[in-house]
């Protein structure tokens, strides 16, 4: 009967850990984009099962970019939550794309059509600018740059208003049920999707193939909150553009560094916890 219960405890503990994590500024170097100094720890815990899932506003391609580089193609979440792709990488019964969102055409149609000209004035938009001025706002350059401005489902803007204005903005967005997410560097004008309801609806998924899971989820800026509030153990990677008594999420670890070391140290601790 002793052997039976333990052998249910050993069995009830296993589970699979999956870690949705944002790139920019939580995996990868905020000004260089590198991760070199932790890609053979996140190459070890992919060798171990664990479940890696980039999640993250960058597009499609930039995100490829970085599955080529890590020699992986790990399934991820690209342009804030707006589509999912690769989970059938994971496992052949799996949807290889989800589309959460509407076309970035659909999104800018309503958002022409709907918001005053004087808020309409002050957005931005980073498509339009030159591209010496992309280069400054985004840090990249060439073909990189390009690749960053390769979306699908999301507009990203500069907003140079008052709050009050942005405010308003804000509101009547949200009768059109669109969003404005702030990222590391610019604002991303998108359709009503964000990072934590992309994770939530791959949990969803996953879990009819695997009941047993441990949701890890990382990240270092206001748009990651939400994602990581729906985690079961939410990690965010040391950012000094963050403020951290804004955070108000419960048990949250905090790393020291920033990333990519952080990140590495933050998922040891989450991963600590589960055993
Ligand atoms: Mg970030």
């Not at 080529?68 to 690769?86: A, C, D, H, Q, T």
Request: glycine fraction near 4%.
């Amino acid at each position: 009967m002793f052997i039976i219960y333990v052998v249910f405890v050993l069995m009830k503990k296993k589970y699979t850990v999956l870690i949705f994590t944002d790139l920019d500024g939580s995996l990868l170097h905020r000004d260089t984009f590198k991760f070199d100094n932790i890609v053979n720890y996140l190459k070890d815990l992919i060798s171990k099962g664990v479940i890696i899932i980039p999640n993250s506003s960058k597009t499609e391609v930039e995100i490829l970019e970085f599955n080529k580089e890590l020699g992986i193609n790990l399934p991820y979440i690209s342009e804030n939550g707006s589509v999912v792709n690769g989970l059938n990488e994971i496992n052949s019964n799996l949807p290889e794309k989800i589309i959460l969102s509407r076309d970035k055409e659909e999104i800018l149609k309503s958002f022409k059509k709907e918001i005053p000209e004087n808020l309409r004035n002050k957005c931005q938009m980073i498509s339009k600018m030159s591209e010496e001025k992309q280069t400054k706002i985004l840090g990249l350059t060439n073909n990189d740059l390009h690749n960053a401005l390769d979306r699908k489902y999301s507009i990203p803007l500069i907003f140079n208003g008052k709050k009050e204005d942005k405010n308003n903005l804000l509101k009547i967005l949200k009768n059109l049920n669109l969003t404005l997410q702030q990222g590391g560097r610019v604002l991303n004008l998108c359709d009503n999707v964000n990072k934590a309801k992309s994770m939530l609806k791959v949990i969803k998924i996953y879990k009819k193939i695997e009941k047993n899971v441990k949701i890890i989820a990382v990240g270092d800026n206001y748009n990651d909150l939400e994602m990581l509030r729906s985690s079961d153990i939410p990690c965010l990677v040391f950012n000094d553009q963050f403020k951290l008594d804004e955070i108000n999420i419960n048990n949250c670890l905090v790393s020291k560094n920033s990333a990519p070391e952080g990140w590495s140290e933050v998922v040891k601790m989450a991963l600590e916890k589960i055993e």
